[in-house]
């Protein structure tokens, strides 16, 4: 007898009385029982076998000895199922045995039938054929696959050691001659070990010895006795965000199918007696319960079941098996605060007003955890420009539709308007917002079209120039059409045109001057043209354009009314003469005397300013400003001329030595190419 493992034995019509408490007290624990041959043979012993063994508690099966060349597979598993070879998941019934090995009839002729050799005179490919015919048949009609009972040496002989009948459990036939715990080789395309050993054809058991490979709660589960199992450790209520869900945690696994992870039914009853049932798996790492139990580590589940009300909640959990399903308890919990706010984000489009544009959002929210008090309706906006901006508006204007649909209270409506200033696309997206979760009311696209853009031209360019000053002039007109009745506003910029390209900040015009022939022309009313002069300060070639700025709040515009270009060129530089230059002495005090003329070309008729430099005995040069503005009548006659040109000048000077006197002519047209020197002389004092 091997020392592992559990005993049984097995029995045929040789054995017709059986003392079965004697084999259960010397130790085994389940019996197999020979129900039929081919399909001619039945065992006439075989009920007060099978149900002897039972009677003493042991797990017992039936088994089918084959005559393959007799009848097909099919055929004998009938007439082995309909004789005693079915099975049941009961806890005690061993799954039915397929008896495939040495043909007992080797080369007899029995009624006139042929056994043949060994192997029946059939191929390999016709016996492996036939054993799955009959392990089908056997499926089809139980459930079960049958196990298969063979000899090593004769299965590799008969059948060429086949591959693919790993799925059929392996009894295998072998006869040590002295004590072991080795059965010797088994086939090992299709097995690798075996589930059970036949050792012994002469005892210590009745019939022919066998030992289970493995312990009495794994025979048990062959044989389908332990039925799925868990238990349902946990039920709570989770948060996330603005769901709340209903968290069942345990663990399950089927004992006829331990490595595999089983499902497990969690049945949930809310608070208005409906019962939904969710399928889970049983696949969660459960490392305690394999501690305890050497399961596996992966039989646990945890999951979330979705609810949307506050009140009681009842959950059962049933482990599901192959052949039964175990309830694993029930659970309630109170859910409290359960309800999300709800709302609808209704509007969202732009009100266009004079002054202004805006988006209005409009809608309504309710937290229904507290129905009474009004809520927040965050909104975000994103603009064109790609930034986000958030606006929390109170939920407390009426709306009672909502409230005869809902009767959850009349003021619960938001309607608010944001204002911008730039077209394009926005976005809002809108937040009913809870004391215990918000939730989501939607986004919304909206396009805003810019107003059309103003109108208008750029009619004149002209250089203006006057004594110490010279402007450019330009003049034209512009309206904003959607607004025809207001005056806007121009900008005006002034590229001075070198080989910088400078263009200085904009000068912003009113057009508000009256072009009836504008109004005239476009139908329309108001004052729109506009005239305006730009200082510039020396000469060369000027580019100037105009922008037209609309007063509508979102305009297409500014709009350029173009661009004009002009040269403003230098004016001839200051003419005249230092006619004399001289030191005087008046009652004890120097002075540098000067008498001369000067005059700008550009501008004749106005007496221009003369600068008189001195330069002093120690090198310091010192400058003095006079207007030469005395009669010269004949300057005037000489050059054809008009006003006064005429210059005298005094300088005071107190040191002895030698002085260096200059004239210089200053002219007064800021666009004079030059300031002339008059000529210089030099005095000694």
């Not at 939607?442 to 805003?448: A, E, I, P, S």
């Not at 037209?548 to 709009?559: D, F, H, K, Q, R």
Request: glycine share 10%; hydrophobic share 35%.
């Amino acid at each position: 007898m091997p020392t592992f493992g559990i005993q049984g034995l097995d029995v045929s019509g040789h054995q017709p009385t059986v003392d079965w408490q004697h084999q259960w007290n010397m130790g085994a624990r389940f019996a197999y029982v020979k129900a039929t041959e081919g399909n001619y043979y039945k065992n006439p012993s075989y009920s007060s076998q099978y149900q002897g063994s039972r009677n003493v508690g042991m797990i017992r099966g039936a088994y089918h000895f084959a005559i393959p060349n007799w009848s097909s597979g099919a055929d004998q598993a009938r007439y082995f199922v309909q004789n005693g070879g079915g099975w049941s998941a009961d806890g005690y019934t061993m799954p039915p045995v397929l008896d495939f090995e040495f043909n007992p009839y080797e080369g007899r002729t029995i009624n006139g039938f042929y056994f043949g050799n060994t192997c029946y005179n059939m191929s390999p490919a016709q016996l492996t054929s036939w054993v799955r015919d009959f392990g089908n048949t056997m499926q089809a009609m139980t459930g079960r696959l049958p196990v298969i009972y063979t000899n090593t040496s004769w299965w590799n002989q008969c059948l060429g050691n086949p591959a693919g009948f790993g799925d059929y459990p392996l009894w295998v036939a072998a006869y040590p001659s002295s004590p072991t715990n080795n059965a010797g080789p088994v086939p090992t395309a299709s097995w690798s070990t075996y589930s059970m050993w036949q050792y012994s054809s002469t005892g210590p058991f009745a019939g022919d010895s066998n030992v289970w490979n493995g312990d009495y709660a794994s025979l048990q589960r062959f044989a389908g006795a332990n039925l799925p199992t868990g238990n349902f450790d946990e039920l709570s209520v989770s948060r996330n965000g603005p769901e709340v869900n209903l968290r069942a945690r345990g663990w399950s696994v089927d004992l006829a199918n331990v490595p595999a992870s089983n499902q497990t039914h969690i049945y949930v009853t809310s608070p208005d007696g409906q019962t939904t049932g969710y399928p889970w798996t049983a696949n969660v790492s459960r490392p305690d319960v394999n501690q305890v139990f050497g399961y596996g580590p992966s039989h646990g589940f945890d999951g979330a079941v979705p609810i949307t009300r506050s009140g009681t909640y009842k959950v059962c959990a049933y482990s599901i098996g192959i052949f039964a399903n175990t309830p694993l308890g029930c659970k309630s919990i109170v859910a409290t605060n359960v309800e999300p706010p709800i709302g609808s984000f209704d509007g969202f489009d732009q009100v266009r007003a004079p002054e202004k544009v805006t988006l209005r959002v409009s809608g309504w929210a309710v937290d229904l955890a507290n129905p009474s008090a009004p809520t927040y309706a965050d909104t975000y906006i994103t603009r064109p420009d790609g930034t986000t901006t958030g606006y929390r508006m109170t939920a407390n204007t009426a709306r009672p539709d909502v409230h005869s649909v809902t009767e959850l209270g009349m003021n619960h409506g938001f309607d608010q308007q944001v204002t911008i200033t730039s077209p394009g696309i926005y976005q809002a997206c809108t937040y009913a917002i809870g004391q215990n979760s918000n939730r989501p009311l939607g986004c919304k696209t909206l396009n805003v079209e810019p107003s059309p853009a103003p109108i208008g031209n750029f009619d004149t360019l002209r250089l203006l120039l006057d004594p110490n000053s010279a402007m450019l002039r330009v003049s034209g007109w512009a309206l904003d059409p959607t607004q025809p009745s207001k005056s806007i506003s121009v900008n005006v910029s002034v590229s001075y045109k070198d080989d910088r390209g400078v263009t200085g900040p904009a000068t912003v015009f009113a057009a508000n001057l009256k072009r009836p022939d504008v109004n005239t022309a476009l139908a329309t009313v108001g004052d729109h043209g506009f005239q305006a002069s730009i200082p510039i300060r020396t000469y060369g070639a000027y580019a100037v354009c105009i922008q037209a700025v609309g007063v509508e709040p979102i305009s297409a515009g500014p709009t350029s009314l173009g661009c004009k270009e002009i040269t403003a060129p230098p004016t001839p530089p200051t003419m005249g003469f230092l006619d004399r230059a001289s030191i005087q002495v008046l009652n004890g005090q120097a002075s540098i005397q000067t008498q001369g003329w000067t005059l700008d070309p550009a501008f004749p008729a106005t007496s221009n300013p003369v600068h008189v430099y001195v330069t002093y005995p120690d090198g310091s040069t010192k400058g003095v400003a006079f207007t030469a503005n005395l009669p010269r009548q004949d300057v005037n006659k000489t050059l054809n001329t008009v006003g006064d040109h005429g210059y005298t000048t005094s300088v005071p000077v107190s040191v002895r030595g030698q002085y260096t006197v200059c004239a210089y002519g200053v002219a007064v047209s800021v666009l004079s190419s030059n300031n002339s020197q008059l000529g210089c002389r030099t005095l000694t004092y």
